[in-house]
């Protein structure tokens, strides 16, 4: 409900004389006698009211929570209850979503179905407790936004059509008209606007359009056309002042061009004060209320004062400590300046707090991380609701910024909780439903071909296909399949624009039937557009073949955080029909890529139409900003960290922006230094002020102080203040707190068998949700730790939920609980990759799964490596040096995934790799002994072990063998622990069980001449080794540097033999070993590690 709806207070007159800041008691025979009555719900009643306002002018002030709105509304009733017209009524709200709320308390109120602050009211039976009323009715809306009044002002004025342009549309029309100017700079071509030089190549981006928008609002509404501008502008020496005067005359002559007159808020306000406006409204509302006057910028202000002039009764309330809105130009000079001019007596201040309830809690809590951060939010939330029985609909989480939005929904989804987000928040072609619809439009009008391949993705795995991954990579694989020639992506585009039969015979049920739905879709679509049917009705044929409307009508009806999704979707829907419509009646002649585009371009929020007779039954999820004027039970303000909240980032710098306002509204020159640092610090405490008065009952305040991360996160300094002032400690939550034993949380105490045990407290945990409880009971049963009593009721706990059908509370559906369905048959021939082996001696279970993710996310350091072992081969396969050098630093620049900032570092480091790998090859492969590089070797080294693998190069040393090796890490062997280097030990057991062969031939100890590679090692008699020396590529030093590892005995070369078998074993097995090692800390897998915390089983059963 909007600030103060059903609360009713005390009032106090506030005398000349006294600071505008304190409140009075009552001063005896100079304050009418008011008393309102305070209602318990929504449904408002009848009022006990003695001699409120009946005419002249009023100033309010009070408080959130102490009744301002609803003592407006009040006196409005009063007056239409008295025999005033209804129809000269008007309450003026700060936005549209508050004169909502204010329109439903008075139909009310005036004991209407609702129609009677709209047009006409309908009789109807008053209830037990209310008195009868007669028929209300209204010529005139009573309830308005200032800029919806400016809108009617104008059309009433005007006999052409006067549209309202929306901030997404005029954001959309500023960033053509720079597109068009970014253009002009990239041809050469003159510029019609004399942007500045150095600030030319920013006129494409997204954030200079903002910046230009921001900027020509702020001028406008100070009454300031393109020739002041510009005036101003050179007047005092801003080139960007003068270059968005004449941005705005060329933007001015655009929207003329349109056919119909379109207007922006300001531009709507700056017209109706040019106007004969005294004139229209003379005698036309004898009375005029002003909720949140606070709120208005100094155009709408002037409008107002007009209004109250010539007004009977004129009402002007706020509270100055809702000033949060200056970023839109909005501040309270009105509503100040409008405190001075109504005598004393009429000035009247409510001090009574209505809102809070006597025993209403506080509360401030600081995380040791964000996800416990998000934890203890949704913890909050699902706590107030299942213990303390709040309805969904009557708590909020409040965030300083609109991008935390996005965070909280999600974590709130994920615990299962329903979530509501004002549309007005949300791009419209960002939701999921509407770009999957867009994109089949798309399919339809121009083709399937003109969509990329992830668009195509995108289709197929968004509502209209209905495909989860798994699905559309099988898919994939039976279109190769069917067409092994072609490239998946193309074959997927050729089936969906055809039929084929024979995928019949290919692809399962479920492939089959996603490639139907969305060919059905696109079919229901071509047929629209080629019966010519217009644009809305081309969408509702794609929309009606998706078949989405039924399932999501019956998953919003059911409720839930599906639920609260699938309304999400409805709406977004509805929201996109409104615009095809709106376009078929402004724009008939847009095509249907037209009205694709004309949502596409559309950046930001974008104001839909509320057709909800009643708000959802979910968790509000809303801004700071967007809260002012609403009150919930239960109210959590998140996210309150010292580097958002207080945000102290100046507006609008590269156009000085606040330098025209400061200009124009206090007349201080612009080259006169001014720091609004302190003005913008007031308004950020007032906003969280706001934030933290929203509630009724309960108010949670979360931040996150922690040091790991990329960012350092703090605590905003107003939640120590907020805490001081409230007489609190700030509460800690860690991530132990989710972990810790339900012993030392106490609990009752229950008979189990003969002995009374104490029961594990059910609120031991850090989320409030079946998951988390299920998980908690889990990870005790199987704890070592817990004790004997504390597994018997976690297991007790667990049994009960499983009766009830509670997901993962059953055993047998835990993968510990659960037998293997059977074993592979085991590789005959199983081998060894010298690369390998070491890994395998530390921890086979690394081994195979690193290796296994190093497939799905390959890092760069082993890509630079694999370059530089190509490299080294080309050149000994005679490949021009300067040729292969370009190819790999082609492909080292395809792979580079950092930040650009950091890619000439990388590179030039690869460079000296290749420089120094070079120079290994000029040592070694110009000499006239080498015997092979790229040598492959497959040798039995023991019954049942092979070792495979390439060894680098191949040296012939009098009548023995050296081999050489290429080490591209940084980690470098000491000379003393070569010895132990366990790859290079692997090439000399392979070698010395082996021999050297060159196709069929075994050769016979000279060089044979053959291209380098072609040589392997074989099973043979065994080669007699010189050294194994490893060439380091990767060092700081220029000179070349090596490790020489000599050649090990036959004692030594069986004991590194017999270590081998069980390797074999463990790469071939079903299970694998997990060996605890000092590298465990820093394993990639530890997550999937029985021997770590974060990787054990729920459960040892």
């Not at 907020?722 to 609990?747: F, L, N, P, V, Y």
């Not at 480091?909 to 000499?927: C, E, G, P, S, W």
Request: charged share 25%; with cysteine; aromatic share 4%.
């Amino acid at each position: 409900m909007s600030d103060r709806l059903h609360s009713p207070s005390h009032l106090h007159p506030q005398s000349s004389s006294e600071s505008s800041t304190s409140t009075h008691p009552l001063l005896a025979g100079t304050s009418p006698d008011v008393r309102l009555l305070q209602h318990a719900s929504v449904d408002f009643h009848e009022p006990a009211v003695s001699s409120l306002p009946q005419a002249g002018q009023w100033f309010i002030e009070g408080s959130a929570g102490t009744g301002v709105t609803t003592l407006l509304a009040d006196i409005a009733v009063d007056r239409v209850r008295e025999g005033a017209d209804p129809s000269g009524v008007l309450i003026i709200a700060p936005d549209k979503e508050s004169g909502s709320r204010i329109r439903a308390h008075l139909a009310a109120r005036l004991g209407a179905t609702g129609s009677a602050a709209h047009s006409v009211s309908e009789e109807r039976e008053p209830e037990d407790n209310e008195a009868a009323h007669p028929e209300y009715s209204s010529t005139e809306t009573m309830v308005r936004s200032v800029h919806s009044l400016a809108f009617a002002l104008l059309r009433l004025q005007r006999d052409a059509e006067v549209r309202m342009l929306t901030g997404a549309e005029q954001d959309a029309i500023i960033r053509q008209l720079l597109r068009g100017h970014a253009d002009d700079v990239e041809r050469g071509a003159p510029l019609v606007i004399p942007w500045p030089e150095e600030i030319r190549p920013a006129l494409g981006y997204v954030g200079f359009a903002r910046a230009v928008r921001d900027f020509l609002l702020r001028a406008v509404e100070r009454r300031l056309g393109p020739t002041e501008l510009i005036e101003y502008g050179e007047l005092h020496r801003r080139p960007m002042w003068v270059a968005a005067g004449h941005f705005l005359r060329e933007y001015e002559q655009i929207t003329r061009l349109a056919g119909t007159e379109q207007y922006s808020a300001p531009e709507l306000m700056n017209l109706v004060l040019e106007s004969d406006v005294d004139q229209l409204i003379a005698g036309r509302w004898h009375t005029v209320l002003v909720d949140d006057a606070q709120l208005l910028d100094p155009m709408a202000g002037a409008l107002v004062e007009k209004l109250l002039a010539h007004a009977e009764l004129g009402v002007v309330a706020g509270d100055r400590d809702k000033a949060v809105f200056g970023f839109r130009g909005a501040n309270e000079k009105f509503f100040l300046a409008r405190e001075k001019t109504v005598d004393a007596d009429n000035r009247i201040v409510l001090t009574k707090q209505q809102r809070f309830a006597p025993d209403a809690s506080r509360r401030v809590v600081v995380a040791d991380s964000p996800q416990v951060h998000w934890d203890v939010v949704a913890d909050a939330v699902r706590r107030r609701h299942l213990i303390d029985d709040v309805a969904w609909r009557d708590i909020a989480v409040v965030v300083r910024d609109s991008a935390l939005i996005g965070r909280i929904r999600r974590a709130l989804l994920a615990s299962g909780v329903p979530v509501t987000i004002n549309p007005t928040d949300v791009v419209l072609s960002e939701q999921r439903i509407v770009a999957n619809l867009l994109l089949a439009l798309r399919a339809v009008g121009n083709g399937i071909s003109t969509l990329s391949y992830s668009e195509v993705e995108d289709l197929i795995t968004g509502p209209v296909g209905g495909a989860d991954p798994v699905s559309l990579r099988r898919l994939l694989r039976g279109l190769r399949r069917w067409a092994p020639d072609e490239r998946a992506a193309e074959t997927l585009r050729y089936v969906l624009e055809n039929e084929v039969a024979e995928l019949d015979a290919i692809l399962t049920e479920r492939e089959l039937a996603v490639l139907e739905r969305v060919k059905a879709v696109l079919r229901a679509g071509r047929k629209a557009v080629a019966a010519q049917e217009p644009n809305e009705n081309i969408l509702w044929a794609v929309w009606e073949a998706t078949k989405l409307s039924t399932r999501l009508q019956t998953a919003a009806l059911r409720g839930g955080a599906t639920g609260s999704q699938a309304d999400r979707d409805l709406d977004a829907v509805m929201a996109l029909f409104d615009v095809f419509g709106d376009l078929a009646e402004r724009r008939a002649e847009y095509s249907l890529q037209a009205c694709i585009d004309f949502v596409l371009t559309q950046e930001l929020p974008t104001g839909v139409r509320d057709r909800r007779l009643s708000p959802p039954d979910a968790v509000a999820v809303v801004t700071a900003h967007g809260a002012v004027g609403r009150e919930w039970d239960t109210v959590i303000v998140a996210g309150v960290q010292e580097d958002s909240w207080p945000s102290l980032g100046e507006t609008g710098s590269l156009f000085g922006q606040e330098d025209l306002v400061d200009l124009i509204d206090e007349g201080i020159d612009p080259d006169v230094p001014v720091s609004h640092t302190a003005a913008r610090l007031k308004e950020e405490r007032r906003l969280f002020h706001v934030a933290c008065t929203r509630h009724r009952s309960a108010l949670v305040v979360t931040a996150t102080d922690s040091e790991d991360g990329e960012d350092v996160m703090e605590p905003s300094r107003f939640l120590s203040e907020a805490a001081e002032a409230w007489g609190m400690s700030i509460e800690q939550a860690t991530a132990a707190d989710a972990t810790r034993t339900t012993g030392a949380a106490g609990g009752t105490t229950i008979a189990v068998g003969d002995q009374n045990e104490e029961e594990p407290s059910a609120l031991t945990v850090s989320l409030l949700s079946a998951p988390a409880f299920v998980g908690r009971l889990r990870r005790i049963v199987g704890s070592a730790k817990a004790t004997e009593v504390e597994r018997k009721q976690a297991a007790r706990q667990l049994a009960r939920m499983a009766t009830a059908g509670v997901p993962g509370a059953d055993p047998d559906s835990w993968w510990a609980a659960r037998e293997t369905v059977g074993e592979r048959p085991r590789r005959e021939r199983a081998a060894l990759s010298p690369s390998r082996i070491e890994s395998f001696m530390k921890c086979p279970v690394q081994a195979v799964l690193r290796n296994a993710d190093e497939e799905e996310e390959r890092s760069l350091a082993l890509d630079q490596g694999n370059l530089a072992h190509f490299y080294f081969e080309a050149l000994g396969r005679g490949v021009d040096e300067e040729w292969a050098r370009l190819e790999v630093l082609d492909a080292f620049r395809v792979v580079q995934t950092s930040p650009h900032w950091k890619r000439q570092t990388e590179l030039d480091a690869f460079q000296d790799i290749l420089d120094k790998t070079y120079r290994f090859h000029q040592v070694y492969a110009n000499a006239e002994d080498l015997l092979g590089l790229e040598v492959g070797i497959d040798v039995e080294v023991a019954p049942g072990v092979r070792i495979t693998g390439r060894a680098d190069a191949l040296q012939r040393v009098g009548d023995k063998v050296r081999i050489v090796d290429l080490k591209t890490g940084k980690s470098v062997p000491t000379h003393k622990a070569i010895g132990e280097y366990v790859q290079l030990q692997a090439y000399q057991l392979a070698l010395r069980h082996g021999q050297l062969a060159a196709g069929n031939d075994v050769d016979s100890g000279q060089n044979s001449g053959q291209i380098p590679g072609q040589l392997k090692v074989v099973d043979g008699p065994g080669i007699e080794l010189e050294d194994a020396t490893l060439m380091l590529v990767n060092t700081k030093t220029q000179k070349l540097d090596t490790r020489v590892q000599a050649a090990m005995d036959e004692e030594s070369l069986d004991a590194f033999a017999r270590k081998l078998p069980p390797l074999v074993e463990q790469s071939a097995a079903p299970k694998l070993l997990a060996i605890e090692n000092k590298d465990c800390d820093r394993c990639p897998v530890r997550t999937m590690c029985p021997l770590r915390n974060e990787g054990t089983l729920t459960t040892d059963a």
